[in-house]
């Protein structure tokens, strides 16, 4: 379970998340929706442990744990998953290379024996084959000349393996074809369970015909502004998020 | 008025001049050979040890840096070069090996080499006095004026003189080894020539065997004369020198037509390395690549300095060198390229990259284009910096403790001209050096 609490969040002076909460059961996939600018990614980025943002006061709960006081490199390992609006390309590591090392840092982190190279090999494998990446592509640098939609495939591919208990989704639909979207929308819904909850951040509606949440959100300056099942999202389609900003404009 | 200018010589300076005097009678080679000595000593006596105001070593202050001239090494004993041998008989050494002691060659430690391939001593083709292997030798133009080059011209002692017979295909890498018994500190000058016949194929590995080529004073001189459509791949491995050591290394190419001509060197260990490159497009349609990362911490200080002279049309120049600095090493790059009025479609592209990863590195950039085609394509860049925060986050957020994350970006920022080297034995060595490199940095400080 995910819970973010009076989360005040500012970059160089100007406040980002303004009292910001939300909550999201295990098994539940929470949409954000809002218009650019509003803090969407700023979100993700805080919940993953990103510096460049000074959080003022707030706390953020996976699972009972505080990570607002953890590197982000043992959030990862606490299982909280951030899939990347733009996945980084890393000349020079070999894709491979990056999936077992990321794998095993979890596991140590947690106490955990280091997997075999054949169990690794057979988890990377089935992952793959799923999610329709070749093996040349992981021969590659990591997403290094990779298109869009098989950087974000990568990225679904990572959370496969990691297995976190919460993941996010940032815009992950952005730069995607209606294919791209399909098979990463699909590898999204297969990591669905009782046990996991997402958080998906979208501008649009499409990504949510797809990856079908149970609650969605709609945010603007910083706040969760309005809640509503998955009809919200279609209504949001309609209307826009006019109506919102002006709101919070005049409020 | 005017200002009298008294030539004062640094002790090292003078110390060269007394070697010179009393060494030149019994280097070898006949008249022609000794006037070439001469010349080339006249040309180093003249200008003295080079210094911040030459402009080709105004990074590397050599006056300044150093003080004193080794004595020239002795000739290595025989018990000396038993006793390597036996290192060489162990599981694991390198294979198609040609071995310099203390810069002279060792044939009794160097292996056969396939045929089409010949070898000979640098003393032996010297004396033998072939007017075309020493004018070859000689650079023919190339770093002529450069005092070091011209020092290392006037002393060479022993070397190896290849000779691939056009056609030859030679995959498996000739492992040019430089070994050393002497135990003591001292000053070696080697060159060496390799002469690619025209659609012959080779691949050359510099190495050093051994914590004694890691001392010292080096002068190195390798030459490489290449055939039309010859293909040559080169690496050196310029590593774990020790405190103190200088090493000055040439490194000269001729380019025929068509060639293909790719190079590649790493420099990391301790003292004073000095790389300076001269290569000469001299035929039409060449490709040439120059590659190469220097790993540099502590006080170290690194100098790649190079000059790509095209002289014919239509060729292709890739440079491109890596720098990592820490603590407070010093790194320099110079890298001219010289486009001559015929060299018209040259395509060249000049780039150096430094991470600085404390604030008390110095990095000295200088790239230089001199064009005089009209029709040509040329560019340079450097870049200097730290590591990228993004990738860093990316790989944090994958679960990868901060120092375990820039260790892998690091080797992967130098690993990336390693990989390109194109073949799999030399890729293993160069990035288990490059690891071993990494693995002894001091941790990594928690990210700001």
């Known amino acids: ?251 | 008025m005017s200002a009298q200018i008294i030539p004062t010589r640094t002790s090292a300076e003078t110390a060269l001049a007394e070697a010179f005097g009393a060494a030149k009678s019994t280097l070898p080679g006949g008249a022609d050979v000794i006037k070439l000595r001469e010349d080339s000593f006249a040309v180093f006596h003249e200008a003295g040890l080079p210094h911040r105001r030459v402009e080709a070593w105004h990074y590397t202050d050599l006056r300044a840096l150093m003080r004193d001239a080794l004595p020239i090494v002795a000739a290595p004993t025989a018990a000396a070069i038993e006793a390597l041998g036996k290192e060489f008989a162990a599981p694991g050494a390198p294979s198609q090996r040609l071995v310099l002691v203390d810069g002279v060659f060792a044939p009794q430690l160097s292996d056969a080499l396939p045929a089409g391939v010949t070898v000979r001593s640098l003393a032996d083709v010297l004396t033998e006095g072939r007017a075309d292997l020493i004018a070859l030798l000689s650079g023919q133009g190339l770093g002529a004026q450069d005092p070091i080059v011209s020092l290392n011209a006037a002393l060479m002692q022993d070397g190896v003189v290849i000779e691939v017979a056009p056609g030859i295909s030679v995959v498996e890498p000739i492992n040019l080894i430089y070994a050393t018994a002497s135990s003591t500190p001292a000053a070696r000058f080697s060159r060496s020539l390799v002469v690619v016949g025209a659609g012959a194929s080779i691949r050359l590995a510099e190495s050093s065997h051994g914590a004694g080529a890691r001392v010292g004073q080096t002068y190195g001189c390798l030459i490489f004369s290449v055939g039309d459509e010859a293909k040559v791949d080169h690496s050196a491995m310029v590593t774990q020198t020790l405190p103190g050591s200088v090493r000055l290394e040439t490194f000269i190419a001729h380019l025929g037509a068509k060639v293909k001509f790719d190079s590649f060197a790493l420099i990391a260990g301790a003292g004073l390395v000095r790389r300076q490159i001269f290569l000469r497009f001299e035929g039409a349609d060449s490709e040439g690549s120059l590659r190469g990362v220097s790993l540099l911490r502590g006080r170290e200080h690194a100098d790649t300095t190079l000059f790509v002279e095209h002289a014919a049309p239509g060729c292709t120049g890739r440079e491109i060198f890596k720098y990592i600095l820490d603590e407070e090493a010093t790194g320099v790059f110079q890298g001219k390229i010289h486009v001559a009025p015929l060299a018209q479609k040259t395509d060249g592209r000049m780039l150096s990259k430094a991470l600085l990863l404390s604030d008390t590195v110095a990095m000295n950039n200088k790239p230089e284009l001199e064009i005089f085609a009209d029709d040509v394509a040329c560019g340079h860049g450097a870049t200097c910096g730290g590591l990228n925060v993004d990738q860093l986050f990316y790989l944090q957020a994958r679960g990868l403790p901060f120092a375990e994350a820039e260790a892998l970006l690091l080797e992967a920022f130098a690993a990336e001209l390693v990989d390109e080297i194109g073949h799999e034995g030399l890729i293993e060595a160069f990035r288990s050096e490059v690891s071993a490199w990494l693995s002894a940095r001091v941790p990594a400080r928690v990210e700001a």
């Not at chain 1, 909460?21 to 929470?30: C, F, H, I, P, S």
């Not at chain 1, 945010?219 to 809640?227: C, D, K, N």
């Open chain 1, 1 to 251: 379970m995910l819970e973010v609490k009076n989360l005040n969040v500012s970059i160089g002076g100007r406040k980002i998340l303004n009292d910001f909460n939300l909550t999201v059961q295990d098994g539940e996939v929470a949409a954000i929706m809002g218009p650019n600018g509003t803090g969407k990614s700023t979100l993700s980025y805080v919940i993953a442990g990103r510096k460049d943002y000074t959080v003022e006061s707030g706390e953020v709960f996976l699972n009972g744990v505080n990570l607002l006081e953890l590197e982000p490199d043992v959030r990862a390992a606490k299982g909280l998953f951030l899939a990347f609006q733009y996945p980084l390309e890393i000349p020079g590591v070999a894709t491979m290379t990056f999936l077992k090392a990321a794998l095993n840092a979890q596991r140590k982190q947690r106490g955990e024996e280091e997997l075999s190279t054949p169990d690794f090999m057979k988890r990377v494998k089935e992952s793959a084959d799923k999610l329709g990446i070749k093996s040349d592509m992981l021969k590659r640098a990591l997403n290094v000349g990779f298109s869009g939609g098989e950087k974000k495939r990568m990225d679904i591919l990572q959370m496969a393996l990691l297995q976190p208990s919460f993941g996010i989704l940032d815009e992950t639909d952005s730069g995607l074809d209606i294919d791209a979207l399909r098979v990463v929308a699909d590898g999204v819904n297969s990591l669905r369970s009782e046990k996991r909850g997402f958080l998906v951040i979208t501008h649009y509606q499409r990504l949510l015909d797809y990856i079908v949440p149970d609650t969605v959100h709609v945010m603007a300056q910083g706040q969760i502004v309005r809640t509503g099942g998955k009809e919200l999202a279609l209504e949001l389609e309609k209307s826009g998020y006019r109506e919102y900003v002006t709101e919070q404009a005049v409020a």
